[in-house]
Protein backbone atom coordinates (compact mmCIF):
# COMPACT_ATOMS: atom_id res chain seq x y z
CA UNK A 1 0.00 0.00 0.00
CA UNK A 2 3.04 2.17 0.39
CA UNK A 3 4.75 1.63 -2.52
CA UNK A 4 4.41 4.37 -5.45
CA UNK A 5 5.63 3.69 -8.91
CA UNK A 6 7.09 6.33 -11.13
CA UNK A 7 3.92 6.07 -13.45
CA UNK A 8 1.47 6.26 -10.63
CA UNK A 9 3.26 9.30 -8.84
CA UNK A 10 3.26 11.01 -12.27
CA UNK A 11 -0.44 10.41 -12.90
CA UNK A 12 -1.50 11.48 -9.58
CA UNK A 13 0.22 14.61 -10.24
CA UNK A 14 -0.75 14.96 -14.04
CA UNK A 15 -4.24 14.24 -12.68
CA UNK A 16 -4.33 17.09 -9.58
CA UNK A 17 -2.81 19.95 -11.42
CA UNK A 18 -4.94 19.49 -14.72
CA UNK A 19 -8.15 19.71 -12.02
CA UNK A 20 -6.05 22.61 -9.72
CA UNK A 21 -5.78 24.88 -12.83
CA UNK A 22 -9.84 24.27 -13.94
CA UNK A 23 -10.68 25.06 -10.00
CA UNK A 24 -8.03 28.30 -10.51
CA UNK A 25 -10.42 29.63 -13.57
CA UNK A 26 -13.08 30.60 -11.27
CA UNK A 27 -10.63 33.06 -9.56
CA UNK A 28 -8.48 34.07 -11.95
CA UNK A 29 -8.45 34.85 -15.74
CA UNK A 30 -6.93 32.57 -18.49
CA UNK A 31 -5.79 33.69 -22.11
CA UNK A 32 -6.43 30.24 -23.55
CA UNK A 33 -10.08 29.19 -23.89
CA UNK A 34 -10.27 25.93 -22.92
CA UNK A 35 -9.59 26.92 -19.18
CA UNK A 36 -12.15 29.64 -19.62
CA UNK A 37 -14.78 27.36 -18.14
CA UNK A 38 -16.77 28.48 -14.75
CA UNK A 39 -19.00 26.67 -12.53
CA UNK A 40 -22.35 28.46 -12.70
CA UNK A 41 -24.52 29.60 -9.82
CA UNK A 42 -28.09 28.79 -9.34
CA UNK A 43 -30.86 31.29 -8.82
CA UNK A 44 -30.47 31.36 -5.01
CA UNK A 45 -26.68 32.42 -5.53
CA UNK A 46 -26.57 34.68 -8.41
CA UNK A 47 -30.02 35.97 -8.01
CA UNK A 48 -32.44 35.80 -10.75
CA UNK A 49 -36.13 34.97 -11.62
CA UNK A 50 -38.68 32.63 -10.65
CA UNK A 51 -42.30 31.88 -12.58
CA UNK A 52 -44.72 29.39 -11.63
CA UNK A 53 -46.76 28.98 -14.93
CA UNK A 54 -50.42 27.29 -15.01
CA UNK A 55 -51.61 25.55 -18.29
CA UNK A 56 -54.72 26.21 -19.13
CA UNK A 57 -56.27 22.95 -20.78
CA UNK A 58 -59.50 24.29 -21.79
CA UNK A 59 -59.25 24.25 -25.37
CA UNK A 60 -56.90 21.42 -25.63
CA UNK A 61 -60.04 19.75 -24.20
CA UNK A 62 -62.32 21.14 -26.21
CA UNK A 63 -59.89 20.45 -29.50
CA UNK A 64 -59.90 16.60 -28.13
CA UNK A 65 -64.01 16.48 -28.06
CA UNK A 66 -64.45 18.42 -31.47
CA UNK A 67 -62.12 16.10 -32.88
CA UNK A 68 -63.50 12.99 -31.47
CA UNK A 69 -66.74 14.06 -33.02
CA UNK A 70 -65.46 14.46 -36.53
CA UNK A 71 -63.72 10.79 -35.83
CA UNK A 72 -67.18 9.54 -34.86
CA UNK A 73 -68.89 10.66 -37.57
CA UNK A 74 -66.38 8.84 -40.27
CA UNK A 75 -66.40 5.63 -38.33
CA UNK A 76 -70.35 5.44 -38.54
CA UNK A 77 -70.47 6.32 -42.29
CA UNK A 78 -67.62 3.95 -42.88
CA UNK A 79 -70.13 1.23 -40.56
CA UNK A 80 -73.06 2.68 -42.67
CA UNK A 81 -74.82 2.83 -39.15
CA UNK A 82 -77.58 5.36 -39.37
CA UNK A 83 -76.59 8.33 -36.54
CA UNK A 84 -77.84 11.83 -36.59
CA UNK A 85 -77.97 15.03 -34.24
CA UNK A 86 -74.73 15.21 -33.03
CA UNK A 87 -74.07 17.98 -30.20
CA UNK A 88 -71.51 18.98 -27.84
CA UNK A 89 -71.87 20.46 -24.21
CA UNK A 90 -69.08 20.46 -22.15
CA UNK A 91 -66.92 17.68 -22.30
CA UNK A 92 -69.73 15.27 -23.71
CA UNK A 93 -70.68 14.30 -26.81
CA UNK A 94 -74.11 13.16 -27.76
CA UNK A 95 -76.18 11.75 -30.58
CA UNK A 96 -79.18 9.69 -31.59
CA UNK A 97 -78.61 6.52 -33.53
CA UNK A 98 -81.47 4.69 -34.90
CA UNK A 99 -83.44 1.54 -33.19
CA UNK A 100 -81.80 -1.25 -35.48
CA UNK A 101 -78.48 0.08 -34.92
CA UNK A 102 -78.34 0.61 -31.37
CA UNK A 103 -76.67 -2.52 -29.77
CA UNK A 104 -74.54 -2.79 -32.50
CA UNK A 105 -72.96 1.27 -31.76
CA UNK A 106 -73.20 -0.18 -28.04
CA UNK A 107 -71.05 -3.09 -28.79
CA UNK A 108 -68.46 -0.91 -30.65
CA UNK A 109 -67.92 1.85 -28.17
CA UNK A 110 -67.70 -0.16 -24.89
CA UNK A 111 -65.49 -2.91 -26.04
CA UNK A 112 -62.41 -3.48 -25.22
CA UNK A 113 -60.91 -3.43 -28.51
CA UNK A 114 -62.73 -0.05 -29.58
CA UNK A 115 -61.86 1.58 -32.30
CA UNK A 116 -63.08 4.72 -31.53
CA UNK A 117 -62.69 4.35 -27.48
CA UNK A 118 -59.90 2.86 -26.52
CA UNK A 119 -59.64 1.37 -23.38
CA UNK A 120 -57.48 0.79 -20.70
CA UNK A 121 -56.56 -2.37 -19.02
CA UNK A 122 -54.34 -1.42 -16.22
CA UNK A 123 -56.94 0.97 -15.03
CA UNK A 124 -60.29 -0.81 -16.37
CA UNK A 125 -61.45 2.31 -18.19
CA UNK A 126 -62.11 3.42 -21.46
CA UNK A 127 -61.02 6.87 -22.61
CA UNK A 128 -64.93 8.15 -23.08
CA UNK A 129 -67.18 6.77 -20.64
CA UNK A 130 -70.64 5.59 -22.58
CA UNK A 131 -73.98 6.41 -21.64
CA UNK A 132 -76.91 5.60 -23.58
CA UNK A 133 -80.55 5.68 -22.96
CA UNK A 134 -82.85 4.59 -25.79
CA UNK A 135 -81.42 5.70 -28.98
CA UNK A 136 -79.93 8.75 -27.26
CA UNK A 137 -75.82 7.92 -26.95
CA UNK A 138 -74.12 10.13 -24.28
CA UNK A 139 -69.33 9.88 -24.05
CA UNK A 140 -67.71 11.84 -21.65
CA UNK A 141 -64.20 12.16 -21.11
CA UNK A 142 -63.31 9.58 -18.52
CA UNK A 143 -60.94 10.58 -14.98
CA UNK A 144 -58.45 8.70 -16.57
CA UNK A 145 -58.54 10.11 -20.47
CA UNK A 146 -58.52 13.44 -18.63
CA UNK A 147 -55.67 13.00 -16.70
CA UNK A 148 -54.22 11.03 -19.94
CA UNK A 149 -54.98 14.38 -22.01
CA UNK A 150 -53.72 16.62 -19.31
CA UNK A 151 -50.14 14.90 -18.59
CA UNK A 152 -49.87 15.05 -22.61
CA UNK A 153 -50.70 18.67 -22.74
CA UNK A 154 -48.00 19.01 -20.44
CA UNK A 155 -45.13 17.33 -21.14
CA UNK A 156 -45.94 19.28 -24.51
CA UNK A 157 -45.74 22.67 -22.98
CA UNK A 158 -43.02 21.91 -20.88
CA UNK A 159 -40.92 21.10 -23.97
CA UNK A 160 -41.75 24.01 -25.67
CA UNK A 161 -41.35 26.23 -22.73
CA UNK A 162 -37.34 25.25 -22.71
CA UNK A 163 -37.41 25.46 -26.58
CA UNK A 164 -38.13 29.42 -25.81
CA UNK A 165 -36.21 29.58 -22.86
CA UNK A 166 -33.10 27.99 -24.58
CA UNK A 167 -32.97 30.39 -27.58
CA UNK A 168 -33.22 33.25 -25.65
CA UNK A 169 -29.71 32.09 -23.98
CA UNK A 170 -30.76 31.80 -20.58
CA UNK A 171 -27.58 30.33 -18.40
CA UNK A 172 -28.92 26.59 -16.92
CA UNK A 173 -32.47 26.93 -16.64
CA UNK A 174 -34.32 24.88 -14.31
CA UNK A 175 -37.41 23.77 -15.88
CA UNK A 176 -39.83 21.47 -13.78
CA UNK A 177 -43.30 19.85 -13.77
CA UNK A 178 -45.21 20.60 -10.46
CA UNK A 179 -48.20 18.63 -9.91
CA UNK A 180 -50.78 18.28 -12.92
CA UNK A 181 -51.08 21.74 -14.74
CA UNK A 182 -48.00 23.86 -13.20
CA UNK A 183 -44.81 23.89 -14.89
CA UNK A 184 -41.96 26.13 -12.55
CA UNK A 185 -39.59 28.12 -14.53
CA UNK A 186 -36.36 29.39 -12.72
CA UNK A 187 -33.87 31.59 -14.80
CA UNK A 188 -30.66 32.11 -12.67
CA UNK A 189 -29.14 36.14 -13.57
CA UNK A 190 -32.21 36.98 -15.31
CA UNK A 191 -33.29 39.96 -12.95
CA UNK A 192 -35.97 41.17 -16.00
CA UNK A 193 -38.21 38.91 -16.40
CA UNK A 194 -40.80 40.93 -18.83
CA UNK A 195 -39.45 39.83 -22.16
CA UNK A 196 -39.28 35.96 -21.03
CA UNK A 197 -43.15 36.45 -19.66
CA UNK A 198 -43.58 37.77 -23.10
CA UNK A 199 -42.43 34.96 -24.93
CA UNK A 200 -44.33 32.19 -22.48
CA UNK A 201 -47.33 34.14 -22.36
CA UNK A 202 -48.02 33.55 -25.95
CA UNK A 203 -49.38 30.53 -27.42
CA UNK A 204 -47.80 30.86 -30.70
CA UNK A 205 -50.42 29.62 -32.93
CA UNK A 206 -49.56 30.99 -36.49
CA UNK A 207 -52.42 30.28 -39.63
CA UNK A 208 -53.08 31.56 -42.78
CA UNK A 209 -56.26 32.30 -44.13
CA UNK A 210 -57.87 34.17 -46.97
CA UNK A 211 -59.92 37.68 -45.92
CA UNK A 212 -63.71 37.09 -47.42
CA UNK A 213 -64.92 39.62 -49.43
CA UNK A 214 -68.25 39.52 -47.26
CA UNK A 215 -69.46 42.25 -45.21
CA UNK A 216 -70.60 40.30 -42.21
CA UNK A 217 -69.62 37.49 -40.94
CA UNK A 218 -70.94 34.08 -41.83
CA UNK A 219 -71.05 30.77 -40.95
CA UNK A 220 -67.88 29.93 -42.72
CA UNK A 221 -66.11 33.35 -41.72
CA UNK A 222 -65.12 34.87 -38.81
CA UNK A 223 -64.13 38.66 -37.56
CA UNK A 224 -60.37 39.13 -36.42
CA UNK A 225 -58.84 42.32 -35.20
CA UNK A 226 -55.52 43.46 -36.23
CA UNK A 227 -52.37 42.91 -33.65
CA UNK A 228 -52.50 46.79 -32.79
CA UNK A 229 -56.42 46.88 -32.83
CA UNK A 230 -56.11 49.30 -35.51
CA UNK A 231 -58.93 47.47 -37.53
CA UNK A 232 -60.95 44.21 -38.13
CA UNK A 233 -61.30 42.20 -40.90
CA UNK A 234 -63.13 39.14 -41.91
CA UNK A 235 -61.62 36.11 -43.25
CA UNK A 236 -62.43 32.43 -43.63
CA UNK A 237 -62.56 29.56 -41.22
CA UNK A 238 -60.50 27.48 -43.24
CA UNK A 239 -56.98 27.58 -42.41
CA UNK A 240 -55.09 27.00 -45.81
CA UNK A 241 -51.60 26.41 -43.94
CA UNK A 242 -50.71 26.24 -40.36
CA UNK A 243 -47.43 26.71 -38.40
CA UNK A 244 -47.11 22.96 -37.96
CA UNK A 245 -45.29 23.34 -41.54
CA UNK A 246 -42.84 25.96 -40.60
CA UNK A 247 -38.95 24.45 -40.65
CA UNK A 248 -37.48 27.87 -39.71
CA UNK A 249 -37.94 31.56 -39.29
CA UNK A 250 -35.58 34.42 -39.06
CA UNK A 251 -35.50 38.25 -39.06
CA UNK A 252 -34.14 40.31 -41.54
CA UNK A 253 -34.55 43.57 -43.54
CA UNK A 254 -36.42 44.11 -46.74
CA UNK A 255 -34.15 45.62 -49.01
CA UNK A 256 -36.55 47.13 -50.83
CA UNK A 257 -39.58 48.73 -48.32
CA UNK A 258 -35.88 48.86 -45.41
CA UNK A 259 -38.45 47.37 -43.17
CA UNK A 260 -38.13 44.75 -40.48
CA UNK A 261 -39.54 41.21 -41.42
CA UNK A 262 -39.71 37.94 -40.74
CA UNK A 263 -38.62 35.35 -43.29
CA UNK A 264 -39.99 31.52 -42.98
CA UNK A 265 -39.29 28.50 -44.55
CA UNK A 266 -41.91 25.46 -45.22
CA UNK A 267 -41.30 21.92 -45.08
CA UNK A 268 -42.06 20.15 -48.23
CA UNK A 269 -46.08 19.41 -47.45
CA UNK A 270 -46.64 23.18 -46.23
CA UNK A 271 -44.55 24.47 -49.37
CA UNK A 272 -47.42 22.68 -51.65
CA UNK A 273 -49.87 23.30 -49.95
CA UNK A 274 -49.04 27.24 -49.60
CA UNK A 275 -47.97 26.98 -53.53
CA UNK A 276 -51.64 25.60 -54.37
CA UNK A 277 -53.32 28.21 -51.89
CA UNK A 278 -51.47 31.55 -53.74
CA UNK A 279 -51.89 30.11 -57.01
CA UNK A 280 -55.48 30.06 -56.70
CA UNK A 281 -55.80 33.10 -55.04
CA UNK A 282 -53.41 35.36 -56.49
CA UNK A 283 -55.48 38.83 -56.12
CA UNK A 284 -56.85 38.16 -52.62
CA UNK A 285 -55.77 39.23 -49.38
CA UNK A 286 -54.60 36.49 -47.08
CA UNK A 287 -54.53 37.03 -43.44
CA UNK A 288 -51.46 35.91 -41.31
CA UNK A 289 -53.09 35.30 -38.13
CA UNK A 290 -51.18 34.53 -34.05
CA UNK A 291 -53.27 33.78 -31.64
CA UNK A 292 -56.03 35.07 -33.06
CA UNK A 293 -54.85 38.60 -33.88
CA UNK A 294 -54.03 39.49 -37.82
CA UNK A 295 -49.87 40.63 -37.73
CA UNK A 296 -50.73 41.38 -41.40
CA UNK A 297 -52.72 40.95 -44.57
CA UNK A 298 -51.15 41.37 -47.75
CA UNK A 299 -52.34 40.69 -51.45
CA UNK A 300 -51.18 37.68 -53.36
CA UNK A 301 -49.89 38.87 -56.39
CA UNK A 302 -47.81 36.00 -57.71
CA UNK A 303 -47.90 32.27 -56.36
CA UNK A 304 -45.15 31.49 -53.94
CA UNK A 305 -43.83 27.89 -54.96
CA UNK A 306 -40.57 27.97 -53.48
CA UNK A 307 -41.56 27.40 -50.11
CA UNK A 308 -40.37 30.17 -48.68
CA UNK A 309 -41.98 33.56 -47.60
CA UNK A 310 -42.00 36.91 -45.69
CA UNK A 311 -44.27 38.49 -42.40
CA UNK A 312 -44.94 42.39 -42.30
CA UNK A 313 -46.34 43.74 -40.02
CA UNK A 314 -44.32 47.61 -38.17
CA UNK A 315 -41.46 45.43 -36.12
CA UNK A 316 -39.18 46.34 -34.45
CA UNK A 317 -36.03 44.49 -35.04
CA UNK A 318 -36.37 42.66 -31.22
CA UNK A 319 -40.23 42.38 -31.68
CA UNK A 320 -38.87 40.50 -35.03
CA UNK A 321 -36.61 38.34 -32.97
CA UNK A 322 -39.19 37.29 -30.36
CA UNK A 323 -41.87 36.23 -32.93
CA UNK A 324 -38.95 33.96 -35.18
CA UNK A 325 -38.16 32.55 -31.65
CA UNK A 326 -41.75 31.70 -31.26
CA UNK A 327 -42.70 30.25 -34.55
CA UNK A 328 -39.14 28.43 -34.33
CA UNK A 329 -40.13 26.94 -30.83
CA UNK A 330 -43.57 25.73 -31.86
CA UNK A 331 -46.98 26.49 -30.54
CA UNK A 332 -48.43 25.43 -27.22
CA UNK A 333 -50.67 23.38 -27.31
CA UNK A 334 -52.59 25.30 -24.70
CA UNK A 335 -52.36 29.05 -23.22
CA UNK A 336 -49.75 29.21 -20.18
CA UNK A 337 -50.82 31.76 -16.94
CA UNK A 338 -48.58 32.94 -14.89
CA UNK A 339 -49.61 32.75 -11.06
CA UNK A 340 -46.69 32.91 -9.44
CA UNK A 341 -43.67 35.46 -9.93
CA UNK A 342 -40.71 36.34 -7.91
CA UNK A 343 -37.40 38.12 -8.81
CA UNK A 344 -34.22 37.31 -6.42
CA UNK A 345 -32.01 40.46 -6.55
CA UNK A 346 -28.04 39.31 -6.91
CA UNK A 347 -27.19 41.23 -3.27
CA UNK A 348 -29.35 38.43 -1.61
CA UNK A 349 -27.81 35.82 -3.71
CA UNK A 350 -24.34 37.34 -2.91
CA UNK A 351 -25.55 36.97 0.82
CA UNK A 352 -26.01 33.29 0.31
CA UNK A 353 -22.61 33.23 -1.70
CA UNK A 354 -20.94 34.80 1.33
CA UNK A 355 -22.81 32.79 4.28
CA UNK A 356 -22.30 29.29 2.87
CA UNK A 357 -18.66 30.57 2.03
CA UNK A 358 -18.19 32.03 6.26
CA UNK A 359 -19.73 28.43 7.07
CA UNK A 360 -17.16 26.61 4.98
CA UNK A 361 -13.72 28.36 6.49
CA UNK A 362 -15.69 28.14 9.76
CA UNK A 363 -15.91 24.39 9.63
CA UNK A 364 -12.88 23.89 7.76
CA UNK A 365 -10.82 25.69 10.39
CA UNK A 366 -12.18 23.91 13.09
CA UNK A 367 -11.13 20.17 10.95
CA UNK A 368 -8.01 21.60 10.36
CA UNK A 369 -7.25 22.40 13.71
CA UNK A 370 -8.00 19.76 14.80
CA UNK A 371 -6.35 17.39 12.59
CA UNK A 372 -2.72 18.78 13.77
CA UNK A 373 -4.00 19.03 17.44
CA UNK A 374 -4.53 14.88 16.96
CA UNK A 375 -2.16 13.60 14.59
CA UNK A 376 0.90 16.50 14.21
CA UNK A 377 3.20 15.74 11.02
CA UNK A 378 0.08 13.83 9.42
CA UNK A 379 -2.56 16.21 10.38
CA UNK A 380 -0.70 18.42 8.00
CA UNK A 381 -0.37 16.05 5.43
CA UNK A 382 -4.21 15.19 5.68
CA UNK A 383 -5.37 19.07 5.82
CA UNK A 384 -2.81 19.33 2.86
CA UNK A 385 -4.80 16.62 0.84
CA UNK A 386 -8.31 17.97 2.12
CA UNK A 387 -6.96 21.37 0.81
CA UNK A 388 -6.65 19.47 -2.95
CA UNK A 389 -9.93 17.77 -2.78
CA UNK A 390 -11.83 20.70 -2.80
CA UNK A 391 -9.83 22.04 -5.60
CA UNK A 392 -10.32 18.65 -7.12
CA UNK A 393 -14.34 18.80 -6.80
CA UNK A 394 -14.31 22.51 -7.96
CA UNK A 395 -12.47 21.40 -10.85
CA UNK A 396 -14.65 18.79 -12.02
CA UNK A 397 -17.82 21.07 -11.15
CA UNK A 398 -15.94 23.93 -13.69
CA UNK A 399 -14.97 20.86 -16.50
CA UNK A 400 -18.93 19.93 -16.79
CA UNK A 401 -19.70 23.52 -16.03
CA UNK A 402 -22.33 22.49 -13.12
CA UNK A 403 -24.80 24.56 -11.17
CA UNK A 404 -23.70 25.80 -7.84
CA UNK A 405 -26.95 26.05 -5.93
CA UNK A 406 -26.96 26.71 -2.02
CA UNK A 407 -27.42 23.05 -1.17
CA UNK A 408 -24.67 22.40 -3.49
CA UNK A 409 -22.31 24.17 -1.04
CA UNK A 410 -23.58 22.22 2.02
CA UNK A 411 -22.50 19.02 0.21
CA UNK A 412 -19.15 20.58 -0.28
CA UNK A 413 -18.95 21.48 3.66
CA UNK A 414 -20.44 17.20 3.90
CA UNK A 415 -17.68 16.10 1.55
CA UNK A 416 -14.84 18.14 3.71
CA UNK A 417 -16.54 15.95 7.22
CA UNK A 418 -16.31 12.74 4.85
CA UNK A 419 -12.92 13.63 3.93
CA UNK A 420 -11.13 14.02 7.51
CA UNK A 421 -13.97 10.96 8.56
CA UNK A 422 -11.69 8.87 5.88
CA UNK A 423 -8.57 9.94 7.30
CA UNK A 424 -9.11 9.75 11.50
CA UNK A 425 -10.86 6.17 10.40
CA UNK A 426 -6.99 5.15 8.64
CA UNK A 427 -5.26 6.98 11.63
CA UNK A 428 -6.30 5.63 14.53
CA UNK A 429 -6.08 1.94 12.77
CA UNK A 430 -2.54 2.47 12.45
CA UNK A 431 -2.29 3.29 15.76
CA UNK A 432 -3.63 0.00 16.71
CA UNK A 433 -1.02 -1.57 13.95
CA UNK A 434 1.87 0.16 15.82
CA UNK A 435 1.08 -1.41 19.50
CA UNK A 436 1.82 -4.82 17.53
CA UNK A 437 4.10 -4.20 15.05
CA UNK A 438 7.43 -2.23 15.72
CA UNK A 439 8.46 -2.00 11.91
CA UNK A 440 7.03 1.61 10.60
CA UNK A 441 6.53 0.33 7.29
CA UNK A 442 4.43 -2.78 7.83
CA UNK A 443 2.04 -0.90 10.78
CA UNK A 444 1.25 1.82 8.25
CA UNK A 445 1.03 -0.07 5.67
CA UNK A 446 -1.48 -2.84 7.28
CA UNK A 447 -3.37 0.33 8.84
CA UNK A 448 -4.23 1.35 5.37
CA UNK A 449 -4.93 -2.39 4.08
CA UNK A 450 -7.10 -3.16 6.81
CA UNK A 451 -9.39 0.29 7.08
CA UNK A 452 -9.81 0.31 3.06
CA UNK A 453 -13.10 -2.52 3.65
CA UNK A 454 -14.55 0.21 5.86
CA UNK A 455 -14.22 3.61 4.12
CA UNK A 456 -15.02 2.13 0.61
CA UNK A 457 -18.20 0.46 2.29
CA UNK A 458 -19.24 3.96 4.29
CA UNK A 459 -18.10 6.19 0.90
CA UNK A 460 -20.12 3.50 -1.52
CA UNK A 461 -23.31 3.81 1.00
CA UNK A 462 -23.39 6.89 0.49
CA UNK A 463 -22.70 7.30 -3.28
CA UNK A 464 -25.84 4.96 -3.95
CA UNK A 465 -27.82 7.88 -1.72
CA UNK A 466 -26.34 10.96 -3.57
CA UNK A 467 -26.96 8.92 -6.76
CA UNK A 468 -30.93 7.98 -6.25
CA UNK A 469 -31.46 11.90 -5.05
CA UNK A 470 -29.40 13.03 -8.56
CA UNK A 471 -32.32 10.66 -9.98
CA UNK A 472 -35.25 10.94 -8.23
CA UNK A 473 -34.96 14.75 -6.84
CA UNK A 474 -35.16 17.81 -8.61
CA UNK A 475 -33.66 21.39 -8.46
CA UNK A 476 -31.68 22.28 -5.54
CA UNK A 477 -31.80 18.30 -4.31
CA UNK A 478 -29.99 17.29 -7.35
CA UNK A 479 -27.75 20.33 -7.01
CA UNK A 480 -26.96 19.11 -3.63
CA UNK A 481 -26.38 15.31 -4.73
CA UNK A 482 -24.02 16.43 -7.63
CA UNK A 483 -21.61 18.12 -5.18
CA UNK A 484 -21.91 14.80 -2.69
CA UNK A 485 -21.46 12.50 -5.39
CA UNK A 486 -18.52 14.12 -6.99
CA UNK A 487 -17.11 14.99 -3.32
CA UNK A 488 -17.37 11.22 -2.76
CA UNK A 489 -15.18 10.20 -5.33
CA UNK A 490 -12.68 13.16 -5.07
CA UNK A 491 -12.09 12.10 -1.05
CA UNK A 492 -11.10 8.77 -1.98
CA UNK A 493 -8.83 9.68 -4.42
CA UNK A 494 -7.25 12.34 -1.96
CA UNK A 495 -7.33 9.93 0.87
CA UNK A 496 -5.77 6.97 -1.26
CA UNK A 497 -3.70 8.89 -3.39
CA UNK A 498 -2.43 12.11 -2.42
CA UNK A 499 -2.57 11.75 1.33
CA UNK A 500 -0.99 8.04 1.23
CA UNK A 501 1.62 9.50 -1.25
CA UNK A 502 2.46 12.32 1.06
CA UNK A 503 2.46 9.70 4.20
CA UNK A 504 4.32 7.17 2.35
CA UNK A 505 7.41 9.45 1.89
CA UNK A 506 7.50 10.61 5.25
CA UNK A 507 7.64 6.99 6.39
CA UNK A 508 9.97 5.52 4.24
CA UNK A 509 11.87 8.46 5.23
CA UNK A 510 11.44 8.20 9.29
CA UNK A 511 11.26 4.77 8.96
CA UNK A 512 13.55 3.65 12.33
CA UNK A 513 12.04 6.24 14.84
CA UNK A 514 10.55 5.06 17.59
CA UNK A 515 6.67 6.50 17.16
CA UNK A 516 5.80 8.61 14.15
CA UNK A 517 2.21 8.96 14.81
Keep these: MLYFSKLRVFSIFLFTIFLFYFALSNFLKFDDGFFKKKINLGLDLQGGSYLLLEIDNSPVITQKIQTKVIDLKKFFKEKKFKVKNFNINDKTISFEVESSFIDQVNQLLDDDNSEVNQYFPQYKTHEYNLFNSNNLFQLTLSDYGLVLLK ?53 ANLTFQFVTQQDVESFGSIKLPFDDESQELIVSKRIVLSGENLLDAKPSMDNQTNETVVNFNLDRVGAKKFGKATTQGVGKRMAIVLDGKIISAPTIREPIVTGSGQISGNFTFQSATDLALLLRSGALPAPLNIIEERT ?7 DSIDAGVLSLIIGFTLVVLFMIYKYRIFGIIA ?72 ILDANITTLIAALILFIMGSGPVKGFSVTLGIGILTTLFSVYFIARLFTAYYVIKNKHKEKLI
Design 151 to 203: TSSLDQAIEIVRRRVDEIGTNEPNILKRGSDRILVELPGLDNPDRIKSLLGKT
Design 344 to 350: VGPDLGQ
Design 383 to 454: NFALILNLFLLIGILTLFEATLTLPGIAGIILTVGMAVDANVLIFERIKEETKNEKNNIIAFDSGYTKSRTT
